[in-house]
């Protein structure tokens, strides 16, 4: 079976009811008018060409909800090598929000001391991004479209219905165009990471939908030839399109750079490398994958700096002015 026979049967099942025959075809916004009666689709940002089905239907993926938690102490599913994508604000508990959840589900729709948040990760482009849920002093929650642009995720608004790149937290169809969501300080690290750094800590809890929680539906993803859905040109350098890269802003460090290095101290913020986290997408379960390590970037002074780690296509993608931090 190819990569993407493999992928587009993957997408069907993550479809809370998958449709009987999947069409991978542009997007049309006539035919999609019947679906989305509430999105302006006059209001546009980028080329309608570029944004394909990815086969489930409008919150065939499900959102979670007002997500439960519990004690880290008490948390016994989770693997040590296992991801989790942690939110650590000042003045609250952090919260570890376990991948094998947002693989299934994408976007996780929470409120952390008073703050309504969106945590999000798109499989196809390793994203795992949290941002401040606020636009205007109005709370916005989110669902997933089944749309992609460059194979990153579209995300929707369930106040207008307007259609937000997750990669640049950039809304581009609807009312919302132009707008753009303020990305937080996250980070992606092993549960055991997470434990030992917060043994006060919040983990989300399971959630109820029946899901094959643990398991990696894109098995050997991140070692396949292309990406899914990417029609766009590979980075330059010859960096493979799947290789991870550590983004901050307009800038991206090779993963494998920083892991030779251990530590780079570039441009102002700090990169750390240490060695204990599986890839997501490439074991058939999630904290088997191959060690990726955990990164973690700060400033001078240890605060945590707004990143993350997207495959190297996805950056150039999306920031294809974007600077590549190859040496010192």
């Known amino acids: 079976m190819t990569p993407l026979r493999r992928l587009t049967l993957v997408l069907a099942t993550l479809a809370l009811t998958a449709p009987a025959t999947i069409n991978l075809a542009m ?3 006539a035919r999609w008018q019947g679906e989305w009666p509430s999105t302006d ?3 546009s940002s ?4 570029e944004i394909m089905s990815g086969g489930p239907p409008k919150d065939g993926i499900p959102a979670i909800d007002a997500p439960r938690f519990i004690a880290a102490s008490d948390e016994s599913r989770l693997s040590p090598r296992e991801p989790v994508l942690t939110y650590a604000p000042d003045g609250a508990p952090a919260r570890a929000y376990p991948v094998r959840y947002l693989m299934w589900h994408e976007i996780v ?3 952390v001391a008073g703050r309504p948040i ?3 990760f798109c499989p196809l482009c390793n994203t795992g991004m949290v941002f401040d849920a606020t636009l205007d002093g109005v709370p916005h929650s989110f669902g ?3 749309k992609l642009r460059h194979s990153d995720m579209i995300m929707y608004d369930r106040q207008t219905e307007s259609w937000w790149q997750q990669a640049t937290a950039t809304a581009i169809v609807g009312d919302m165009t132009g707008t753009q969501l303020t990305q937080l300080p996250a980070w992606m690290e092993s549960w055991d990471a997470f434990r030992a750094e917060h043994p006060e800590g919040l983990v989300m809890d399971e959630p109820t939908a029946p899901r094959r929680y643990g398991a990696n539906p894109y098995a050997a993803y991140d070692s396949s030839e292309r990406p899914f859905l990417y029609r766009g040109e590979d980075p330059p350098h010859g960096i493979h399109p799947l290789a991870r890269v550590v983004r901050v802003g307009n800038r991206a460090w090779p993963l494998e750079r920083l892991r030779a290095a251990g530590e780079l101290r570039e441009g102002g913020v700090v990169l750390t490398w240490a ?3 599986a890839s997501a997408l490439d074991a ?3 904290g088997a994958g191959r060690e990726v390590g955990n990164v973690r970037v700060t400033d001078a002074q240890g605060r945590p700096v707004v990143h993350d780690i997207p495959f190297a296509f996805a950056f150039h993608a999306f920031q294809p002015d974007g600077r590549w931090m190859l040496a010192p």
């Open 275 to 277: 060695a204990g986290q």
């Open 118 to 120: 969106a945590v999000t």
């Open 27 to 29: 997007a049309d916004p």
């Open 46 to 49: 980028v080329d309608f060409d």
């Open 109 to 111: 729709n929470d409120v």
């Open 41 to 43: 689709f006059s209001r």
């Open 284 to 286: 058939r379960e999630i």
């Open 144 to 146: 997933v479209s089944g």
